[in-house]
């Protein structure tokens, strides 16, 4: 595969995935929405330039292989749709705030969030066939991929630079949010088929899996002179990341009791088996999953510790009259009331 080829291939994958993010937008319908899609579109080729020089070197093939197995996981579609909202989030959110940015320079803090969409998408396969290789002794990450990872994250990490030069909190704000994340990955491979890596008591960690998002809106707000709200703002992040966290964690649980992944919505049922032996049986593990007695009564537990931690988000929404994160956070907590009136009344 020639170089000229595979930058056509990628352009194709960089298509359909934007495509099927698209589809499934909730914010499809919306004008602003519908120009950071295009946004994205208009990005792929210095996104797609970059990774080709990066990577001359080494045989293109490879270098199509893994980009190809990053687009067409089942989960980047998902991954990235969520990406492409919070760029449509961040847009509005930080109009909010005087002096506002350029056009030019959204621009460049969205391509920044591809390539650190597309690192971290990486790093998070590495934590994930990290602690399932030891169950079934193989996994498809190589050195190239954690490779490419790092670069695509040292990408987005000097656009940050470039955009915001005169930052005197930006290298030690990165350093600390890719901390916070490297860390609670680390506490999942530790954890995983043995306990699970949170309590409720400690459920904000759940936050930390997306702790280097948190560094554009902290740009902003240095950006705005409102560095004193940094602390309240990290907090309200980590409840509402970490609450969202808790709602897919329902979703998946069975999805997760096969990969080994022990969560809140799980960690009483793992205590009624012999996990380390259906682990490999996942009819049986699915079947015993199915009766267990108390579905119902842990997934009302965690509904209620979502909407406590969102509540406390919201209040500091409210504090500093935030209208954006207000009005995400009552969309979220009005949904989950419906969710427990449901779950109550059944």
Not at 42 to 66: G, H, T, Y
Not at 161 to 170: D, G, K, Q, R, Y
Not at 294 to 320: G, P
Request: aromatic letters at 14%.
């Amino acid at each position: 595969m020639s170089k000229q080829s595979i930058f056509i291939e990628i352009e194709t994958l960089f298509d359909d995935l934007v495509e099927k993010a698209q589809d499934t937008s909730v914010f499809s319908s919306v004008d602003s929405a519908q120009k950071i899609l295009q946004l994205f579109l208009k990005l792929k080729k210095p996104f797609e330039q970059s990774i080709l020089e990066k990577f001359a070197s080494k045989p293109p093939d490879e270098v199509f292989n893994i980009i190809k197995q990053l687009f067409q996981n089942k989960n980047t579609v998902p991954y990235f749709q969520s990406m492409i909202s919070l760029s449509f989030f961040f847009w509005n959110w930080a109009r909010q705030f005087e002096p506002l940015l350029k056009d030019e320079q959204y621009e460049e803090i969205t391509l920044s969030l591809i390539y650190g969409a597309m690192g971290y998408k990486l790093f998070d396969t590495y934590f994930d066939e990290s602690s399932t290789r030891q169950k079934d002794n193989q996994h498809q990450f190589s050195p190239s991929h954690l490779y490419l990872a790092k670069y695509l994250i040292s990408q987005q990490e000097s656009i940050l630079f470039a955009t915001f030069p005169n930052s005197v909190i930006l290298k030690n704000k990165l350093d600390f949010y890719n901390r916070l994340y490297t860390n609670y990955g680390l506490k999942e491979i530790k954890t995983r088929y043995k306990s699970c890596p949170v309590t409720p008591d400690t459920v904000t960690l759940l936050g930390h899996k997306s702790a280097p998002l948190m560094i554009y809106f902290t740009m902003i707000l240095e950006h705005s002179g409102f560095l004193n709200r940094l602390d309240d703002y990290e907090t309200m992040f980590y409840q509402t990341t970490a609450s969202i966290q808790i709602r897919d964690d329902l979703a998946d649980a069975m999805a997760d009791l096969i990969n080994g992944t022990i969560t809140l919505a799980t960690v009483d049922f793992v205590k009624t088996i012999d996990y380390p032996e259906l682990i490999h049986q996942p009819e049986k593990l699915e079947k015993a999953y199915k009766k267990y007695p108390r579905i119902n009564e842990v997934a009302l537990a965690n509904l209620h510790l979502t909407q406590k931690m969102l509540s406390k988000s919201l209040d500091i929404c409210e504090k500093y009259q935030d209208n954006m994160f207000e009005l995400f956070i009552s969309s979220k907590l009005l949904a989950l009331a419906e969710t427990l009136a449901r779950k109550e009344s059944a």
